[in-house]
């Protein structure tokens, strides 16, 4: 039992932020720096969300991992710091927030290096990936091996970890998924047109928490994604909090940073490595 | 009584899943393939669903029956062979999951017939179809007659099955709808562009139930639509085993394949054939 | 309070059926003739849901309006005589479901007047009218009455009636709405792309009866509208009997025909005339 | 406390109304003067929505702000005059409701100019400014404060009043939120396509009582949008009273005009003024 990548537990929860900030937005057009309502709505995750977070984990006395593009790191001088200082792993979550798939050849090896030299720079320790918006290439975990990552946190085949193996060596796989993450519940926009209706918290918390319990049921990675600028809204921080609460009073479900997660299942003996490649064409 | 398509039962439940994979991506565009997070959502369908799907029939004793694109049959040996060995049926979902409706003349038979020689090589008997997206052409039920097959479900004419006359013979419609399709509810994917609001299953259940008791007043087909790759989800699934355990309660839901349904509606003296054609213009 | 329009009730309720059948799709696009699934779709409303209805209203003992496009009284004879033998009215619902705001000059009139020749033709007495698609011109209204009815039902402008004078004469304006419209509650195509998430019955239960209450709070034509190829599927008939149901027991809703409360708001003195016309350009 | 912007409530809630009337819709394209239903939805707002609004503040004894285009003003006079007699506040919402972000440069200066002649010649006396769409751009807020307006409400950077300061001047920021805005729940055009589904006023109510309850837990400012075109509908109305009902239960929120919690923020020794500028370039 202990040397599973579970560690006992009957579903293994990280809590995870991506601390956009103004990235998503701009990447989709630069002109959009002068639209300054959409600027405002993205500054209040790194401004407003963010503390109220580390507030609520540190009541909780919880860990959790902060996927932090270079770009509001370096931006935001101290944010990463801040986060790493109050117990929590920041994480590789590129540079610009463009989307690997939509990178000219090349490009995404340069803003995946550019992320890591700023993280360097400012002395946080990188051990995992994720890709901006979720849309990795096959490049992308031949990158995070590459650069000597423990694992990455952008693909979807599974809903426990697996490894990934590559000519680079492997990486440990921690699945999302987007009926885990909060942008599809409560993210809009009109323009960047983002969204459809905005979802209660209420609704959340019970789509949530049914996925835990049955996660608890299959044993799984309950790999929780939120965003700053849409979870920190004061509602939607409450419905966070209930649903941790609710994990923790069922007893089986350890909450773990996502690196402590990866380093369990780096060494687990009943994970096999996957070959992950491009399927055949349709013809 | 006996006579009749339903046996007897208030409502019979013809559980269905396509297991579609990457084929609705890739048909949507070849440069999909290299969209390495979007191909593990999908492949996740039958890598983590299907398997686990079979094991809640297992569980609950109950036959189904797999939609299954000839191209996914093709490139996962033994898939469709496997769900055949557990007691399910196996049925014609197009061999690459384009569109009738969006194919060059000609085309359409091709598809289809390749299809077939599929799963003529691997052994499995098929007995009916189902259109891509269910986007039928005038032409498609002609197919299924031409080739022998005993029944098509990709209309929606009614809500209990019909039998459709062409040159080429009669075949037995088990009519699908979109509010029995877990696609509408579940599915999400920002590039291509799918979906709108991800919904609980809390609230598909409910949806699922009502349908499922007002078919037992009406006495129609419960023709459910699952994907692997959304259903298989952990909370999912647990919806779709308390929608089943509901409808067992009843006592008056029969759970058949639709093969078997297909077998008593065919020589249910009571269905008139129904001639299918255009519509005049509009003018 | 008997000279008034809702004859004393505390909210008149008109239950009303847009047979649009075929139309609203073709209007879209000729091509969607070919499109075997998409017309079964369609046809399913006069085929399966009509008679539904028509049941559900002898039972109840209810008298309903069905607004039918000429097109599909002229496919169908027989539809609309047998809707008008059961004890219902039966209204101008244009004849080919185009739009009026997107049809060149003079193409409106000749639509109006086309349907109004097939109802002539089939002996069927024509009181009112409803734009196709709620998409009235500043025309349609003096069509209305220059024609000689008695009722417009295709503006927004209040929740009571109110009467409309053009130089044509006056004309009583049943007022829609889209929230009581069950289109936007439970269409789905995806070509045509139509309608978002599929809701649930018994979230549009709640809503209509959340409204209905309120209406009887504030004295309104809860005028309902809803489509037999969306209504008519097993739970969503379930749903509009308990709503029905429930406006029953209240005691204090009048369930007419649109014609007869279009006949007490001709006369009813409080009623006064507004003269509709285009808003100043917003220069 | 008492020297604090929320004068020792734990939640102040503004009740703002947003009288757009036909202008977000002409905005979009004077084409639609044409279209009769839409213009009728539109006006539904001032004729039926407003007075409705005004009954329900008088019956609670409520002070609130109306956000009025001054072209709305413009044509029809009195409405403005009729609000502020009511004890309400009267705020400037541009004059055309074309959005800053998509104006031609200089355009919203005279946009915004223009609207408060239109205010001025009514005698209107006014004190904040909310940007068409929430679309402010970054010369917004020093057009409030060189105009010697107190407050701004358009912008989302916390969920507290700011202080911004410009060349111009300091102003006080009330922000706003998507989600508490009645547009992406109820709102549904078909052209201009406008919404998704329509939600159901229990849903809104639960959201908007879940977010009230949080903000009173982290004291924040219940800064609340609604469109009379929109909430003025009867359900949406019932949904608004029980909301303040809750509200005013509680004991500790603060209903008051956008103009006094400026005025009480503008001097509240806690809150520092923040420079807002457009973010550095994504490179």
Not at 231 to 253: F, H, K, W
Request: proline share 7%.
């Amino acid at each position: 039992m202990s040397d599973s990548w579970n560690g006992g537990a009957a579903a293994v929860a990280t809590l995870t932020f991506d601390v956009d900030a103004e990235t998503p937005v701009l990447a989709h057009g630069a002109r959009y720096a002068e639209h300054a309502s959409t600027m405002s709505h993205q500054a209040y995750g790194p401004d407003v969300g963010v503390p109220r977070i580390l507030d609520l984990l540190d009541e909780l006395g919880l860990p959790a991992t902060f996927f932090v593009p270079g770009w509001v790191a370096e931006q935001r001088p101290g944010l990463a710091a801040g986060i790493v200082e109050r117990g929590h792993e920041v994480a590789h979550h590129s540079y610009s927030h463009r989307l690997p798939t939509s990178m000219a050849a090349g490009k995404e090896r340069a803003d995946f290096e550019r992320a890591l030299e700023v993280f360097s720079a400012q002395g946080i320790e990188i051990s995992g990936h994720r890709a901006a918006g979720w849309e990795a290439t096959w490049a992308t975990t031949d990158l995070v091996a590459e650069h000597g990552l423990l694992y990455d946190s952008s693909l979807m085949g599974d809903d426990r970890p697996y490894l990934i193996s590559s000519d680079a060596g492997t990486v440990v796989e921690l699945p999302v998924h987007w009926s885990l993450d909060d942008w599809e519940q409560y993210a809009f926009l009109p323009d960047p047109h983002v969204g459809s209706v905005i979802e209660s918290p209420v609704k959340v918390l019970e789509m949530w928490r049914t996925e835990l319990d049955a996660m608890r049921h299959y044993r799984c990675l309950f790999n929780l994604t939120c965003h700053p600028f849409l979870t920190g809204r004061p509602s939607r921080m409450m419905a966070l909090r209930q649903l941790i609460e609710y994990g923790l009073e069922r007893g089986d479900v350890s909450f773990v940073r996502c690196r402590d997660v990866a380093r369990r299942a780096a060494v687990d003996p009943a994970l096999k490595p996957r070959r992950v490649a491009p399927p055949a064409p349709l013809s």
